[in-house]
T-cell receptor
Framework: EAQVTQNPRYLITVTGKKLTVTCSQN?????MSWYRQDPGLGLRQIYY???????DKGDVPEGYKVSRKEKRNFPLILESPSPNQTSLYFC?????????????FGPGTRLTVL | GENVEQHPSTLSVQEGDSAVIKCTYS??????FPWYKQELGKRPQLIID?????GEKKDQRIAVTLNKTAKHFSLHITETQPEDSAVYFC????????????FGTGTRLTVIP
């Protein structure tokens, strides 16, 4: 079954404690991206990756890191989380060539930073 | 600018009526405009999209229109049903095309049976 998975789905942590949210896809998509969703602000892009070892900043990259060492995985790293990073996070993936531009979203990770 | 303005923020319609959601943008380089539907507690899902070389696209009860000159695009849902109730997001592409999307703030649509 084609899918995008995220782990964990829910996380409560404290300020400054490093955390990683994983995203994995089995659709052989080149492109992967991270968004955060906040009430009244919609979805905002954090980082995206066109392929292995290629990453670019989105609209709101401050306070986040990403890596793309394998095609199927695109972890989001918060080195020192702060309360303003409390949000709902979505990973999304799609093909980059020869296919529609449809982005497939993961189930979301709800993060609370105390 | 990067913002996409989306209106209205909430919309209630009677079942069977039509619903229209409008988005405006300012970056003339945008050439891809998707619409996503997000049901409560679920992930966003693409429902329709349009490229700038097309003025209108239709898929059953859903249609999108694009006016590149005026820099606005709209989602039209006809014969609304209760299962259409959700939050709808418009988006536009950035300088790198569909790799970089800027979303509107969402419209909560409620279809009253």
């Amino acid at each position: 079954e084609a899918q995008v998975t995220q782990n964990p789905r829910y996380l409560i942590t404290v300020t400054g404690k490093k955390l990683t949210v994983t995203c994995s896809q089995n659709m052989n998509h080149e492109y992967m991206s991270w968004y955060r969703q906040d009430p009244g602000l919609g979805l905002r892009q954090i980082y995206y990756s066109m392929n292995v070892e290629v990453t670019d900043k989105g609209d709101v990259p401050e306070g986040y890191k990403v890596s793309r060492k394998e095609k199927r995985n695109f972890p989001l790293i918060l080195e020192s989380p702060s309360p303003n990073q409390t949000s709902l996070y979505f990973c999304a993936t799609r093909f980059t060539t020869g296919a529609p531009d449809t982005q497939y979203f993961g189930p979301g990770t709800r993060l609370t930073v105390l | 600018g990067e913002n996409v303005e989306q209106h209205p923020s909430t919309l209630s319609v009677q079942e069977g009526d039509s619903a229209v959601i409008k988005c405006t943008y300012s970056d003339s380089a945008s050439n891809y405009f998707p619409w996503y539907k997000q049901e409560l507690g679920k992930r966003p899902q693409l429902i329709i999209d349009i490229r700038s070389n097309v003025g209108e696209k239709k898929d059953q009860r859903i249609a999108v229109t694009l006016n590149k000159t005026a820099k606005h695009f709209s989602l039209h849902i006809t014969e609304t049903q209760p299962e259409d109730s959700a939050v709808y997001f418009c988006a536009r592409s950035g300088q790198t095309g569909a790799n970089n999307l800027f979303f509107g703030t969402g419209t909560r649509l409620t279809v009253i049976p």
